[in-house]
């Protein structure tokens, strides 16, 4: 019952204050980490994380996703995803090996280094799409470039993950673990045009075609391919993209009573989005507990802050180049910042597994969580400039 009271006091405090700190100008995502933070251990202790909440917040961002792949144009044209993947590999590399060159000087070990390397790789795509969404420029070019480059960066993001864990073990990197999950990737995309098909004669198999059966049919199959994800190359949200994507062009029928139903179906989805994100934010906010964290020295701990926080920012700003006009260019690098649950799983393994410190662990989180509420702001000011 517990568990459920904290649950209901998310939803009031998320609800109540995005919306009456919206007029602020502060955007909902910055609102709901922070209330995560709030109520986090780290500061008034009222809700720790649990598997309910973490549930809850995996729900949320794999619909976020999913609404991520309804959104996206992957037919937009040659230059257009040219642009995105240059993005994308330039955001993961530039601020990977600059990582990788200054934590040597600042007297981090090899696997340290690569840790703290590897955290500033990957986009939270799950952030930049809200972002987008709360200011009602998911239909840009500008975005769908981001979109992309992020799906894109979440990949190379794993991809990292796997070598740079491998690595701490066995101290050699296997780059068939990049192979396989580059395989096995491009296999879930292969498979787009069977998912229609599908779906379209499973919906069509059922003679009463109520909005809520067809819910049912949509729901499963994004848990469902979501899962498959996840047990292929350990990116559940991925599942989620490519159901998205698979659902824009499913049509189902001319009748416009199956029509109807169909459109009251992804109505309902879209509302369960909305129910499920705001846990997902306050998530990130909930794991940022630095209570047993120990320094051996506050200075060195606030240089190297310093130095990786400017390497995750400009490593990514640098990636807009690719993009035609200044403020396009900002709106791309400023939207592939935030790092959010990306980092907090790169700190959390690697503190699991015994590579990382207590300081370290604070750094990667600090890092994920500045560039987590900086970037909302940074899209807010140049809104208005995109072309």
Same mark, same amino acid.
């Given at each position: 019952m517990v568990s459920i009271l904290f649950i209901a006091t998310i939803i009031l405090l998320t609800q109540v204050f995005g919306e009456w700190l919206k007029n602020f100008g502060i955007p909902q995502i910055v609102v709901y980490v922070t209330i995560g933070i709030v109520l986090s251990p780290c500061a008034l202790n009222m809700i720790k994380p649990n598997e309910i909440i973490y549930i809850f917040a995996e729900i949320g961002i794999i619909f976020l996703l999913y609404e991520s792949g309804l959104e996206i144009n992957l037919q937009s044209g040659f230059k257009t995803n040219l642009q995105a993947t240059l993005v994308a590999i330039t955001g993961c590399f530039v601020p990977f090996f600059a990582s990788l060159?200054? &934590?040597? =000087?600042?007297? =981090?070990?090899?696997? +340290?280094?690569?840790?703290? &390397?590897?955290s500033l790789v990957a986009t939270s795509i799950g952030v930049t799409l809200k972002t987008f969404m709360d200011l009602g420029q998911q239909h840009t070019r500008v975005a769908n470039i981001v979109l992309v480059a992020a799906v894109i960066d979440d990949i190379i993001g794993i991809i990292m993950l796997l070598l740079v864990s491998n690595f701490a073990q066995t101290k050699t990197i296997n780059l068939e673990i990049a192979l396989v999950v580059l395989l096995y990737t491009t296999a879930l995309f292969l498979l787009i045009p069977f998912i229609k098909i599908i779906l379209k004669n499973v919906i069509n198999l059922c003679f009463d075609k109520s909005p809520m059966y067809i819910f049912a049919i949509i729901f499963f199959a994004i848990i469902a391919y979501s899962f498959a994800s996840y047990k292929l190359v350990h990116l559940n949200i991925l599942g989620a993209f490519i159901i998205g994507y698979s659902m824009q062009t499913v049509r189902l029928s001319k009748n416009r009573a199956i029509d109807n139903s169909f459109k009251k179906a992804k109505s309902h989805i879209k509302t369960l989005q909305y129910f499920f994100e705001p846990f997902f934010f306050v998530y990130i906010g909930l794991s940022f507990n630095l209570s047993n964290a120990t320094f051996t020295s506050i200075g060195h701990f606030f240089v190297a802050l310093f130095v990786f926080l400017i390497i995750a920012l400009l490593g990514k700003l640098i990636s807009g180049f690719w993009v035609n006009d200044i403020y396009n260019k900002l709106a791309v690098g400023i939207a592939m910042i935030p790092r959010a649950e990306v980092g907090l799983i790169f700190a959390t393994i690697g503190k699991s597994s015994g590579v990382l410190?207590? +300081?370290? =662990? &604070?750094?990667?989180?600090?890092?994920?969580?500045?560039?987590?509420?900086i970037a909302p702001f940074g899209l807010q000011l140049v809104n208005t400039k995109m072309s």
């Open positions: 060159v200054l &934590a040597k =000087y600042l007297h =981090y070990n090899q696997n +340290e280094s690569i840790f703290i &390397a590897g410190n207590n +300081e370290i =662990y &604070a750094l990667i989180v600090i890092i994920s969580l500045l560039t987590t509420l």
